[in-house]
């Protein structure tokens, strides 16, 4: 794990233009188009954009693109909310990392998402993907892993810190993956882990690396404290019985 992020930093490092500026931008208006074409369709535009392995073997290769941009949502409301909170965030992220790296970020989840279809589609089941919610998960993963600490509002009005969401969010991650384990739906299983595998690469060096920082700082405190309690003893006065 440590040596592929490091490959990402120095290509990085490398590259500093490399990259699609602005991506979230794009990734709103792509989507603002498609559900506006799943509304003049009625829907039918799920059928024939979404990510279904079976037909992109079949040479149905645009859905590989367009699954991309179909909203989860058809509620204009709830689309509203989820592009505005996920534009704000993605663009916190690249400001953070720069654009190189958080495109990498982004495409890699996207391709991640695809592999994790075709491991479900050959696990034995029919597979039907649209949008990108693993990706943007990961996306919400790594801002709050980042910013722990950062205040939101819940439903507009109840304010709480990001990293209490995203724990609820893990544990909906894994209820899903355990129901799915005692369904024997291994596919669904297992295409949510893949499709998260971005998170786990490019965090994995960061909470290893404050692990470390924190055994390091409760051995010293532990030593200072030994010392302390050594010196105290010998401190003490002499009495005699």
Known sequence: MNKLYDAIDRFCARHPYWGIPNLMRYMVIGTVAMYVLCILTQNQAYISLSLVPGSILR????????FIFLPLSTSPLSL???????????NM???????????????????????????AYFSGGFVMMYGVHYVNMAMF?????????????LFFFIPIKIKW?????????AYGVITSVAAGDWGGAVAPVVALLNFVVFFYPYFSKRARVQRTARSKQAVRFRQTVKASERAKPYTHK
């Open 165 to 173: 969401l995203a724990w609820v969010d893990l544990a909906y991650f």
């Open 59 to 66: 040479g149905e290769v645009w859905r590989l693109v367009t």
């Open 80 to 90: 509203l909310i989820s592009l505005y909170f996920y534009y704000w965030m993605g």
């Open 93 to 119: 992220l690249e400001n953070y990392w720069g654009t190189p790296k958080f495109t990498i970020y982004y495409l890699s989840g996207i391709v991640l998402t695809i592999l994790a279809a075709f491991i």
């Open 141 to 153: 993963f790594a801002y709050a892993a980042l910013n722990p600490n950062a205040m939101v509002l």
